[in-house]
Antibody, heavy 126, light 110 residues
C-alpha cells in the first residue's frame, strides 16, 4: 500500500522552531519529487515547498522562503520540513505529498500530487 | 505566487452538471498543461481527481472531466451525485518546481 505518514507537529510560540517528518512506504521514494502543502483552519490549500528526487532542486512559496527548509533522506524514505521563525499565520495542517514524476519511457514529466498523508498540525500561539 | 481564482461555491441537483472555473495567469495555467484538481471531503486529505488538465486517475468516475482554455481551467461534474458534495481545489504547476492552488470551491448537492 502506498502511504505517507507525517509526524512532528505541535504547539509552538511565535519565533519558535519545529521539524516535520514524513515517512513514505509502498513505492520507490527516490523516483518522485515531493512537496509539502498546508491548510490553515477553515481555509484552502497552500503549496509550501517542493524538492526533486535527489534533493538537488528545491523551491519555496514566498510566504515561507528564508524560514522553512525542505530536505529528504532517500535511504530512510523520508521527507522533512524544518520550520523556523514561526508566525501565527503558519498555523495549519501540514500535508506531505508525492509530487512530480518523470516517466523515462515516455520522456514526460508529470506535475501533480497523487498521494497525500493525513497531515500533522502546527499551532503557533503565545 | 497569487492564488488561482475559483468561485466560492456552486450547487446543483442530483443528475445535473456543474462546472467549476479556475483562472490563473500566463505564468501558470496558461503556460503549462499541468493543471490538477483535488476533492476534499470534510476532515479528509485531498484526493487527486484530474491531472494534466483532462486526465483521470484510475478509480475516478468518468463523470468528472477537465478542460482548459487560455488562462482558465475547468472541472465539470456530470450526473451530480450526493457523494460529490465536497470542496474542490485546482492546482497549476508554475515552473521551477513551484505550484499554485486555487482558493477552493464548495460544491453543494441540493
Amino acid at each position: 500500500e502506498v502511504r505517507l505518514v507525517e509526524s512532528g507537529g505541535g504547539a509552538v510560540r511565535p519565533g519558535g522552531s519545529l521539524t516535520l517528518s514524513c515517512e513514505a512506504s509502498g513505492f520507490m521514494f527516490d523516483d518522485y519529487d515531493m512537496s509539502w502543502v498546508r491548510q490553515a483552519p477553515g481555509k484552502g490549500l497552500e503549496w509550501v515547498s517542493a524538492i526533486n528526487w535527489n534533493g538537488a532542486s528545491i523551491a519555496y512559496a514566498d510566504s515561507v522562503k528564508g524560514r522553512f527548509t525542505i530536505s529528504r533522506d532517500n535511504a530512510r524514505n523520508s521527507l522533512y520540513l524544518q520550520l523556523s521563525s514561526l508566525r501565527a499565520e503558519d498555523t495549519a495542517l501540514y500535508y506531505c505529498t508525492r509530487g512530480a514524476y518523470y516517466d523515462i519511457l515516455r520522456a514526460v514529466y508529470y506535475y501533480y500530487m497523487d498521494v497525500w498523508g493525513q497531515g500533522t498540525t502546527v499551532t503557533v500561539s503565545s | 505566487q497569487s492564488a488561482l481564482t475559483q468561485p466560492r461555491s456552486v450547487s446543483g441537483s442530483p443528475g445535473q452538471s456543474v462546472t467549476i472555473s479556475c483562472t490563473g495567469t500566463s505564468s501558470d495555467v496558461g503556460n503549462y498543461n499541468s493543471v490538477s484538481w483535488y476533492q476534499q471531503l470534510p476532515g479528509k486529505a485531498p484526493k487527486l481527481m484530474i491531472y494534466d488538465v483532462d486526465q483521470r486517475p484510475s478509480g475516478v468516475p468518468d463523470r468528472f472531466s477537465g478542460s482548459k482554455t487560455g488562462n482558465t481551467a475547468s472541472l465539470t461534474i456530470s450526473g451530480l451525485q450526493a457523494e460529490d458534495e465536497a470542496d474542490y481545489f485546482c492546482c497549476s504547476f508554475a515552473g521551477t518546481y513551484t505550484y499554485v492552488f486555487g482558493l477552493g470551491t464548495k460544491v453543494t448537492v441540493l
